[in-house]
């Protein structure tokens, strides 16, 4: 798709042209939103994938493409907020599935694979010796926050402004309402002196810090070694937990971002790709925490689910972690991410603007300010108001990210489809320099 030409008097009469223009380009995706909101609040069921003036609504996907309800196909940049990492269709994995269910999926005990895959889950991750099995990446923060204060009969939570752990732990500028009823403690993410004093204040009452070694829903900024390296040594110390949730970050090498830092938290939580495409979650660290659910013991912590071994999860994800995103693999994909989105900030500078993608290989997001970001107050500061006009421009060139400047990597993007991403955002660089600045 080309981009027309387009009127730039100001941010809000761009923004509203492009929508009409999408709008008039996808009436049967306008049209399934009016009937599912009949019986959806919305229309909608996952408040992440609402944009106005509606969203689209997928009917295919394959390799890293997507086709909508009307017949327009796009690269797949959302990845499904990086649980897309085989991108669609994986032979391996769709193989992996034909199996479990040829053999039945609903059977009310152990199998096999689920062992396999907690071995290859203990073999890639430094931190973990133990591991159980959620449903998702919000199942699992919970039953790890929890894990923490049972342990150490302490109530508060500790976590960080611009946090995301889940649909219950959300902890964007506002917060939720519908947050866990935990007793939160918040810091400000890379704050390293604000947060020692912090910890050090609450002393014997903290449980245990939950953090992100990169926020992804906020924005894909990573914490600096000195943060992360002061968070370790303060919560050692104080004898509170340190958990790391690599939900998503667990794909940005071979061991997650706790293998490439050296920084060994005492609980992890994983989700997303892991489970190769399926509904996934997972909690795992210190075998003398973890062992506490071990139902053999006396006294022994309960922890039911009753999808948390199924057998379509178990077998997607052994598939995946071992046959095809190998250590190797993860190491040469995430380069090929970081050069990219170095790519993509040459194009910035190019045309001297505002704009800047943050993250970390596979992972990265999109600030509209120069200068570094730190925390998600430093990202406020950027014109975000743009986003809406980046994404509406993007999607009406076939470039499909997430609608708050998310961009996720899947392994079967190609080098044209990075090229075909480039080429969208130069675009958008030139058309719109009169509302980008400086």
């Known amino acids: 798709m080309s981009m027309p030409a387009t009127a730039n008097t100001d941010i809000t009469s761009a923004i509203a042209e492009a929508q009409a223009r999408f709008t008039a380009a996808n009436p049967n995706s306008q049209a399934q939103l009016e009937k599912a909101s009949k019986v959806l ?28 309800l009307d017949g327009h196909q796009y690269i797949d940049f959302l990845g499904e907020y990086t649980a897309g990492l085989y991108g669609h269709s994986n032979p391996i994995i769709r193989a992996a599935l034909d199996n479990a269910l040829d053999n039945g999926i609903v059977m009310g005990g152990q199998n096999r694979a689920e062992a396999d895959l907690g071995a290859a889950i203990v073999a890639r991750f430094p931190a973990i010796d133990r591991v159980r099995f959620t449903n998702s990446g919000t199942e699992a923060n919970l039953m790890a926050v929890s894990a923490a204060r049972a342990f150490t009969e302490r109530p508060n939570v500790m976590v960080m402004s611009g946090g995301y752990h889940g649909s219950v732990f959300y902890f964007a500028p506002g917060g939720s309402p519908l947050n866990a009823p935990f007793p939160f403690v918040m810091g400000t993410y890379n704050d390293v002196e604000a947060c020692r004093a912090l910890i050090r204040e609450q002393g014997a009452d903290l449980a245990c810090v939950i953090v992100e070694p990169m926020q992804g829903g906020g924005g894909c900024i990573q914490a600096t070694p000195e943060f992360l390296t002061m968070l370790r040594e303060e919560t050692e110390s104080s004898g509170a937990l340190l958990i790391f949730d690599e939900v998503m970050t667990s794909r940005l090498g071979p061991g997650g971002l706790q293998g490439l830092t050296g920084i060994m938290p005492d609980l992890t939580s994983l989700g997303k790709y892991v489970g190769g495409g399926m509904s996934f979650g997972a909690f795992g660290g210190r075998s003398d925490i973890i062992d506490r659910f071990d139902p053999r013991r006396e006294g022994a912590w309960p922890h039911a689910g009753t999808f948390n071994n199924n057998v379509l999860t178990m077998n997607a994800g052994l598939a995946g972690l071992t046959k095809i995103y190998t250590g190797d693999l993860a190491e040469s994909f995430n380069a090929r991410g970081d050069m990219l989105r170095q790519t993509l900030n040459g194009l910035a500078d190019k045309h001297r603007a505002a704009l800047q993608f943050t993250g970390r290989g596979s992972m990265m997001a999109v600030h509209f300010r120069r200068g570094e970001i730190r925390n998600v107050e430093a990202a406020m500061e950027g014109r975000n108001e743009l986003r809406p006009l980046l994404h509406m421009d993007l999607v009406a060139q076939g470039i499909y990210p997430a609608a708050r400047g998310m961009f996720t990597l899947s392994l079967a993007h190609t080098e044209d489809s990075f090229a075909a991403l480039e080429a969208a955002v130069e675009e958008f660089l030139i058309s719109r320099s009169s509302l980008l600045g400086a």
């Open 41 to 68: 609040p919305g229309g909608n069921t996952r408040t992440v994938l609402f944009y106005p003036p509606f969203p689209l609504t997928m009917t295919k996907g394959e390799g890293c493409h997507l086709w909508d």
